[in-house]
C-alpha cells in the first residue's frame, strides 16, 4: 500500500506561530478526534507546550464509545473531558474544565488584585473541531469552520466570555511511522482527500471496520464479511452504484463509505485502543 505522507510548508509555518505565541497563554486545550485519539495526538505539540496546563479534548464523542479513553488518559495524569462540540450543552463543562486547569493562576491573580481574561491555545490536528469548539464558547460563529481539513490557516484571537482563546491552524507530525494510525487519520478526514489514495484507504477501512463495527456494515449495507473489495462491490450494489453494463462504480461506494463513516452513519465506532496510546505517549 502507497505510504502516507504530509506535511505543507503552511503547517511548519503554523507550528512556528503557535511557538511565538505560547507564552502568551495561561493553558493549552488539546482537541483530539474522539474516535482516533492516538492518531489524533501530535506529539510535537505535546513537546512545544512544554509544562503549560494542558486539557485534552475527546471531541466528536456522539460518533464514538470513549469511556474507555478517557478513563485511560484520566489515569495517566491527564486532565480530559470527552464532548461533542456542535451540542450546546458541551459548553458548560467544558468551560468548567478550562477554568479549573488555570485555577492556580487565577488565584494568583486575585492575590495581586488582577483582573485579566485566562488565555487559551486551541490545538490539534486538522478537523477534528477546534473552530466549531471556540465557536460553542462563544455563543456564535466567530471562527471559520468546514467538514475538510485545513480550512483554518491563519491565527484568530477570540473573545469568550472570561476566556480569550487563540484559534490555530491544524498542524500534523511531520511524519506518521505507524501507517494504520496514519489511514486512520485519512478516515475522519484530518489529512485532504485530494492527496490519499482514495480506494486504498476505503478498502482498508472496510477490512477495519468488519472488525469493529460488523453491525453497522449490515445494517448500513447489507455487509457480512469478506475482503476488502467484495465488501466494496457489496456496498455498490446495495446502494446502486453500478456503471453502464452493470459493472461497479468503485470511485462513488468509495466515497459514499468515508462519507458515511465521517457522518456516523455506520453507528459509533472507537478505532484506537489504549495500547495505541502508550504507543504515541499519551499514558
Known sequence: MKQIQWYPGHMAKAMRMMEENLSLC?????VLDARCPAASYNRRI?????????????????LSYTEQMVCALGEGGKRVVSMNSTDSRAARPLVQAMTALVED????????????????LIAGVPNTGKSTLINLLAGGKKAVTGDK????????????????????PGTMPPSCENQQLARRL??????????????????CLLEELSVKAPQGLKDRYGIEGGTGLEML?????KRGFLLRGGDFDYERGERALLDDFRKGKLGRIQLDT???L???GLI
Do not use: H
Open 278 to 280: 502508550k504507543e504515541v
Open 149 to 168: 481539513a485545513g480550512v483554518t490557516r491563519s491565527k484568530q484571537w477570540v473573545k469568550c466570555g472570561s476566556f480569550e482563546l487563540l484559534d490555530t
Open 233 to 237: 462491490e457489496k456496498l455498490c450494489t
Open 46 to 62: 505535546a513537546d512545544m507546550v512544554g509544562a503549560k496546563s494542558v486539557l485534552y479534548v475527546l471531541n466528536k464523542a456522539d
Open 105 to 120: 493562576r487565577l488565584a494568583r491573580y486575585r492575590e495581586k488584585g488582577a483582573v485579566r481574561p485566562m488565555r487559551f
Open 26 to 30: 495561561d493553558g493549552v486545550v488539546l
Open 186 to 203: 485519512a478516515y475522519v478526514g484530518s489529512i485532504n482527500d485530494d492527496i490519499l489514495a482514495i480506494d486504498e484507504i476505503a478498502l
Open 274 to 276: 489504549s495500547e495505541n
